[in-house]
């Protein structure tokens, strides 16, 4: 107990050392990192890019798309999964 009282007294005397914080203004400029291009970050970062925000989507493999690239077909509607450019 004693030593729990030592702790909360020094935090205290710590805290009436602080120096009180400046106020600042700065621009901010609206914008979001997204991270994996998958079919849920790709999605993600086209419907942050339609809202008028710069998008940085960013993926750590060569490859995009994610798992979905694997694949030969796509489940529903049979179509390629890769996107051709």
Same mark, same amino acid.
């Given at each position: 107990? +004693?030593?729990?009282? %030592? &702790?909360?007294?020094?935090?205290? $005397?710590? @805290?009436? !050392?602080? +120096? $009180?914080?400046?106020?600042?203004? #700065? #621009? ?5 990192? @997204?991270?994996?291009?998958? &079919?849920?970050? &790709?999605? =993600? =970062?086209?419907?942050?890019?339609? +809202?008028? /925000?710069?998008?940085?989507?960013? #993926? ?6 994610? %798992? /979905? $690239? ?8 049979? +179509?390629?999964? !890769? &996107?051709?450019?």
């Amino acid at each position: 107990m +004693e030593k729990s009282k %030592h &702790i909360v007294r020094a935090a205290v $005397a710590r @805290v009436l !050392r602080h +120096e $009180a914080l400046t106020t600042r203004k #700065e #621009e901010i400029k609206p914008s979001a990192f @997204v991270v994996g291009a998958g &079919i849920a970050g &790709i999605q =993600a =970062a086209l419907t942050i890019a339609n +809202e008028g /925000m710069k998008v940085f989507l960013v #993926e750590r493999s060569p490859l995009y798309l994610g %798992h /979905m $690239a694997q694949l030969d077909k796509t489940f529903l509607t049979l +179509e390629g999964s !890769r &996107i051709r450019v």
